[in-house]
T-cell receptor, first 108, second 113 residues
Framework: RKEVEQDPGPFNVPEGATVAFNCTYS??????FFWYRQDCRKEPKLLMS???SGNEDGRFTAQLNRASQYISLLIRDSKLSDSATYLC?????????FGTGTSLTVIP | EPEVTQTPSHQVTQMGQEVILRCVPI?????FYWYRQILGQKVEFLVS????????KSEIFDDQFSVERPDGSNFTLKIRSTKLEDSAMYFC???????????FGSGTRLTVV
């Protein structure tokens, strides 16, 4: 079983749409969870941490479901600039495991 | 905003040659990492480094790889004898503690020919 699984997409959505991604993880002992954004041929950039209580940052909402071992990212009112690959990551031991990423394209 | 800097941005090397990839982590960060990403694939963990020693390494990080923090600012990854399959983007990252998100450098694109 893979450490972390993500739907690779691609997700093609119109501007203004709401889109959600999920990411499942296998290690129940994981302590920290994150969403990163990666633009083509660039480094991953931290988008937001994911807390047990759920957290929101502007148009972005992240949630953690420990019982089902997944995290989610919701993007409201999509902008063209949101087009990127979104990576989930979770910490286990001294390393982070990254998902393969979900590709999002926001269409005018 | 503090950043992790990596040099060079692109390195081309012949198979069998040694390469050293350099990184300057954020100055108050204590944990350092190397990851790689083969084109079109996921970001893969290589090694974590804390308190001047390796704290964890992956199966990819075999005897051909080594890391060093030669002074108070640089963090290097050495590949002793490069193979074609080492071609990838290598990202350095640092964090202030074990549970906070990383800050990644902009990467070194290594091409082995």
């Amino acid at each position: 079983r893979k450490e972390v699984e993500q739907d690779p997409g691609p997700f093609n959505v119109p501007e203004g749409a709401t889109v959600a991604f999920n990411c499942t993880y296998s290690n129940s002992a994981s302590q920290s969870f994150f969403w990163y954004r990666q633009d083509c041929r660039k480094e991953p950039k931290l988008l937001m941490s994911v807390y047990s209580s759920g957290n929101e940052d502007g148009r972005f909402t992240a949630q953690l479901n420990r019982a089902s071992q997944y995290i989610s990212l919701l993007i409201r009112d999509s902008k063209l600039s949101d087009s990127a690959t979104y990576l989930c990551a979770f910490q286990s031991g001294n390393q982070f495991y990254f998902g393969t990423g979900t590709s999002l394209t926001v269409i005018p | 905003e503090p950043e992790v800097t990596q040099t060079p941005s692109h390195q081309v090397t012949q198979m069998g040659q040694e390469v050293i990839l350099r990184c300057v982590p954020i100055s108050n960060h204590l944990y350092f990492y190397w990851y790689r990403q083969i084109l079109g694939q996921k970001v893969e963990f290589l090694v974590s480094f804390y308190n001047n020693e390796i704290s964890e390494k992956s199966e990819i990080f075999d005897d051909q790889f080594s890391v060093e923090r030669p002074d108070g600012s640089n963090f290097t990854l050495k590949i002793r004898s490069t193979k074609l399959e080492d071609s990838a983007m290598y990202f350095c990252a640092s964090s202030i503690d074990r549970v906070s998100g990383y800050t990644f450098g902009s990467g070194t694109r290594l091409t082995v020919v």
